[in-house]
């Protein structure tokens, strides 16, 4: 609502005025820093990318890696290299339950049973060597 002394409602500028307010900024007169860089790029709006880097940089390495692992795009690509990873273990334990003899040779065994029963096998196969 209005005041008496208000006679139009205040509202941001739109794209095209805050345009018009650094349409100087290329020309060849402007004013520059030290830097080179001159005050009206370093005074306009900054992009929404350079407003999280501004605030990670002062966070410690630890805590940037936290934050960047807790992004959806890192947690997609860590389950999938995880799935990948598990999926290989698990072809790597086939392929070895297909070396060694059992009774009925279909029985499933769990992995800690491939496990100890290579392990009786191998050390079978080392004594019939050995004799």
Do not use: W
């Not at 709006?45 to 990670?56: N, R």
């Not at 692992?69 to 290299?81: D, F, V």
Request: charged letters at 30%; a positive charge.
């Amino acid at each position: 609502m209005l005041n008496s002394d208000q006679t139009e409602i205040d509202l941001p500028p739109t794209h095209s005025e805050s345009k018009s307010v650094f349409s100087d900024c290329g020309r060849a007169g402007g004013v520059e820093d030290a830097s080179g860089v001159g005050l009206c790029a370093q005074s306009r709006i900054a992009e929404p990318g350079e407003a999280v880097k501004k605030d990670l940089q002062h966070l410690s390495r630890e805590e940037r890696r936290r934050r960047r692992r807790a992004t959806a795009k890192y947690r997609t690509a860590h389950a999938t290299r995880e799935r990948i990873r598990v999926e290989a273990f698990n072809m790597a334990f086939a392929e070895l339950r297909k070396l060694l003899p059992t009774l009925p040779p279909d029985k499933k065994l769990s992995k800690i049973e491939i496990l100890r029963l290579a392990i009786c096998y191998i050390s079978y196969l080392n004594h019939v060597l050995d004799v």
